[in-house]
């Protein structure tokens, strides 16, 4: 099949590039040597085959039982030809018979070669999807290929796919724009690795704050909570472990210098940075800003309720556009929010 050096050089690139084992394209090469035989004798022989790694050539015997009186000339074997080959046999013993390869070593050849380009692209789609699920949570860029209902993004090792459950609404986008998206999923198909991105995905505005604010990076400032309704509003909770820093002024930056390019990248989307307290007082009260509150009442600790008063002047800003800034608030708290007019008493509540 090969000279020793093509051969055996051959099988140390492979494993070296492709991550294939020696062993396993070894066995790969053997078993179409057995295959090519049984095409021309029949399928019912027992051969065996394998590979000398001395040299590089290929070796094959037929297998037969040593019998007094043969029944199946395929796997049987009388004693008195079984001497020919090995004068010491006896009845019941196995013997192996030499095979000359030159004939259908062709087409083993090219039965092997054709397996092992299918392990060569298995061993990469098995690469290239434990490299794309190592980075699940990362920010991506990507160009993209196809902008049809589920768009379709090439990251250049791989395609991906930015499902309609996982864009903004609103949000559009033109064959060869480039995009930015969040890794959520990996999964493994018969095609490869299905990369499953998202923009929509809390994940996504994270990550935009931990590439755009070192202190978040370093752990110095924490995301406590994150909480969005894609395409309107995010309302983001976040922590100082240094007494020096300011956790929001922190994510803001000089004029707006950090958050700025977060709100581009979100087309517009309102972001709302909220410092968090264990006092829930506090932490409800700086959840519903941009709204002015006049008291926050817990009105049940256990069960996690709080009513909250404002000017009638102030009631729709605090409840937001279909009510997405309370609903937000409900959520990054985890409470529940009784807001009413201090004036007249309208009630508005929202559950987590």
């Given at each position: 099949?090969?000279?020793?050096?093509?051969?055996?050089?051959?099988?140390?690139?492979?494993?070296?590039?492709?991550?294939?084992?020696?062993?396993?394209?070894?066995?790969?090469?053997?078993?179409a040597?057995?295959?090519?035989?049984?095409?021309?004798?029949?399928?019912?022989?027992?051969?065996?085959?394998?590979?000398?790694?001395?040299?590089?050539?290929?070796?094959?015997?037929?297998?037969?039982?040593?019998?007094?009186?043969?029944?199946?000339?395929?796997?049987?074997?009388?004693?008195?030809?079984?001497?020919?080959?090995?004068?010491?046999v006896?009845v019941?013993?196995?013997?192996?018979?030499?095979?000359?390869?030159?004939?259908?070593?062709?087409?083993?050849a090219?039965?092997?070669?054709?397996?092992?380009?299918?392990?060569?692209?298995?061993?990469?789609?098995?690469?290239?999807?434990?490299?794309?699920?190592?980075?699940?949570?990362?920010?991506?860029?990507?160009?993209?290929?196809?902008?049809?209902?589920?768009?379709?993004?090439?990251?250049?090792?791989?395609?991906?796919?930015?499902?309609?459950?996982?864009?903004?609404?609103?949000?559009?986008?033109?064959?060869?724009?480039?995009?930015?998206?969040?890794?959520?999923?990996?999964?493994?198909?018969?095609?490869?690795?299905?990369?499953?991105?998202?923009?929509?995905?809390?994940?996504?505005?994270?990550?935009?704050?931990?590439?755009?604010?070192?202190?978040?990076?370093?752990?110095?400032?924490?995301?406590?909570?994150?909480?969005?309704?894609?395409?309107?509003?995010?309302?983001i909770?976040?922590?100082?472990?240094?007494?020096?820093?300011?956790?929001?002024?922190?994510?803001?930056?000089?004029?707006?210098?950090?958050?700025?390019?977060?709100?581009?990248?979100?087309?517009?989307?309102?972001?709302?940075?909220?410092?968090?307290?264990?006092?829930?007082?506090?932490?409800?009260?700086?959840?519903?800003?941009?709204?002015?509150?006049?008291?926050?009442?817990?009105?049940?600790?256990?069960?996690?309720?709080?009513?909250?008063?404002?000017?009638?002047?102030?009631?729709?800003?605090v409840?937001?556009?279909?009510?997405?800034?309370?609903?937000?608030?409900?959520?990054?708290?985890?409470?529940?929010?009784?807001?009413k007019s201090?004036?007249?008493?309208?009630?508005?509540?929202?559950?987590d």
């Amino acid at each position: 099949m090969a000279e020793k050096s093509e051969l055996l050089m051959a099988l140390d690139q492979i494993e070296k590039d492709k991550n294939i084992k020696r062993k396993d394209i070894l066995n790969v090469i053997e078993n179409a040597l057995i295959s090519a035989y049984k095409k021309h004798v029949g399928k019912n022989v027992n051969v065996e085959a394998k590979v000398d790694l001395d040299n590089g050539n290929m070796i094959a015997s037929v297998v037969k039982v040593v019998v007094k009186n043969v029944v199946n000339p395929l796997l049987e074997i009388c004693i008195q030809d079984a001497i020919k080959f090995d004068q010491h046999v006896d009845v019941g013993s196995e013997i192996r018979i030499p095979l000359n390869t030159q004939d259908f070593s062709r087409i083993a050849a090219q039965t092997a070669k054709q397996v092992i380009v299918q392990k060569i692209r298995e061993s990469e789609k098995n690469l290239l999807f434990d490299e794309m699920k190592e980075k699940i949570g990362q920010i991506v860029s990507g160009v993209v290929y196809c902008a049809s209902r589920n768009i379709i993004i090439d990251l250049g090792k791989t395609e991906a796919i930015l499902p309609v459950n996982e864009q903004v609404h609103g949000e559009k986008f033109n064959v060869g724009q480039h995009i930015r998206t969040v890794i959520v999923r990996v999964d493994k198909n018969s095609r490869g690795s299905g990369v499953i991105l998202s923009r929509a995905s809390s994940e996504f505005v994270k990550k935009l704050f931990e590439f755009e604010v070192p202190e978040i990076y370093e752990k110095i400032v924490e995301i406590v909570n994150i909480v969005r309704e894609p395409g309107i509003r995010t309302k983001i909770s976040v922590l100082s472990h240094n007494p020096k820093v300011d956790p929001v002024g922190a994510c803001v930056g000089i004029k707006g210098a950090r958050v700025k390019p977060i709100i581009e990248e979100l087309r517009g989307e309102r972001v709302d940075l909220i410092s968090f307290s264990v006092d829930p007082v506090k932490y409800i009260t700086w959840a519903l800003s941009p709204a002015r509150i006049i008291s926050v009442v817990i009105t049940s600790y256990d069960d996690k309720k709080a009513e909250v008063l404002v000017d009638s002047g102030m009631l729709s800003l605090v409840i937001g556009r279909n009510g997405h800034n309370v609903r937000l608030a409900a959520k990054l708290t985890g409470w529940h929010i009784d807001v009413k007019s201090y004036e007249d008493h309208n009630k508005f509540c929202i559950n987590d």
